[in-house]
């Protein structure tokens, strides 16, 4: 048996020195340890080994294995440096390499999130509602009537089945407040669509991000504090911002936001930024109509809503000075914000 047991070693040790490749050291493995492989074959004949030799021969059989099993990983990494370096086989590792363009942010990405962040610390949840419109929550529960110029054919984008492509984040608004109760205090970022020629300071796709506060005593105090100071975070305390009094049908009173835009080479200018004001009795109303809880019975509950525009938010921050730059994805462009 002590012969066999070196014998099969020596052989095994032989084999697996001889082996080139991956697939016949396997081989070689099965054949050695694999459940009919010699070795195992010999651990199997200890059962007829006199008891007084077994502790020699379990002692050399073990010591086979362990000879066997290490010739086995040092081939198994001896092959696969071969390997390896038959890959790198006419690479030049001394050329220098391509330089890498390191991806970076979208600068309608970066306000967004900063709008987001000024806002969450001030205890506004995301809210979000689809693109693909019904007039209803786009224009009718936001008390803007059908003859309204907004919701001309001309204007919005309309589908042949009614629905349209909403023309401001507002609607969300109204699809918040079918499902949540007051106290809600919500933003929604988003995309919004208009027929507008295409020039310097208006796009048919832009970014909107609308806000809506609704509680027992929301003031107009409330509305301009929460709006000035996201300015003066956003843009900095020096930021100047007016509030002009304006018209939407879904506030009342309502005021457009300007703030002053600062471009190199340029005059200062005002550019208009959002609109807001204090939410409609009726907007409440409409809401209030469909739900069967009183929960935004206009006697009871006030509110500020707002609509700001991305693109312009982005064009003050960085002196943009052509809105078209923001979605014509020139990398020269891009690059300035990495
Ligand atoms: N939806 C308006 C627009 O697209 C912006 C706006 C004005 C939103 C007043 C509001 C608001 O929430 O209160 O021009």
């Not at 095994?12 to 070689?28: K, N, P, W, Y």
């Not at 309502?254 to 200062?268: C, N, R, W």
């Not at 929960?295 to 009871?300: C, G, I, K, N, V």
Request: proline share 5%; charged share 30%; net charge negative.
């Amino acid at each position: 048996m002590k012969d066999q047991i070196t014998a099969t070693q020596t052989e095994a040790l032989a084999r697996i020195g001889e082996v080139e490749d991956a697939r016949s050291l396997e081989d070689a493995r099965v054949a050695i340890l694999g459940k009919q492989g010699s070795l195992t074959q010999l651990s199997a004949g200890m059962r007829d080994v006199p008891k007084e030799e077994k502790a020699e021969v379990g002692q050399l059989l073990n010591a086979a294995r362990q000879a066997i099993t290490s010739a086995l990983e040092e081939k198994k990494a001896g092959l696969q440096a071969i390997a390896d370096a038959k890959a790198l086989e006419g690479i030049d590792l001394t050329l220098p390499p391509r330089p890498l363009h390191g991806g970076s942010l979208h600068p309608l990405t970066l306000i967004r999130d900063e709008a987001i962040q000024i806002l969450r610390r001030m205890g506004f949840a995301l809210a979000e509602g689809p693109e693909i419109e019904d007039e209803f929550h786009c224009f009718d529960a936001l008390n803007t009537p059908e003859d309204h110029p907004a919701r001309n054919e001309k204007d919005t984008f309309y589908f042949d089945s009614g629905k349209l492509l909403r023309t401001h984040t507002s609607s969300v608004q109204v699809r918040t407040m079918e499902t949540e109760k007051p106290p809600v205090r919500i933003i929604a970022p988003g995309s919004a669509y208009r027929r507008d020629e295409i020039d310097a300071t208006h796009l048919s796709v832009f970014n909107q991000l609308e806000g809506l506060y609704v509680d027992t005593d929301v003031s107009l105090g409330d509305l301009k504090g929460t709006l000035e100071y996201f300015f003066h975070e956003l843009f900095g305390p020096e930021t100047d911002v007016r509030f002009r009094p304006h018209f939407f049908p879904f506030t009342e009173p309502s005021f457009e936001i300007d703030v002053k835009l600062h471009v190199k080479g340029q005059a200062p200018k005002w550019i208009e930024v959002a609109g807001c004001g204090m939410v409609d009795p009726a907007v409440f109303e409409s809401i209030d109509g469909n739900r069967k809880d009183d929960a935004f019975d206009p006697a009871a509950v006030t509110g500020f809503a707002f609509g700001m525009g991305l693109d312009r938010l982005a064009m003050i921050r960085w002196g943009i000075k052509d809105i078209r730059l923001l979605i014509e994805n020139d990398v020269r462009f891009l690059k300035q914000f990495a």
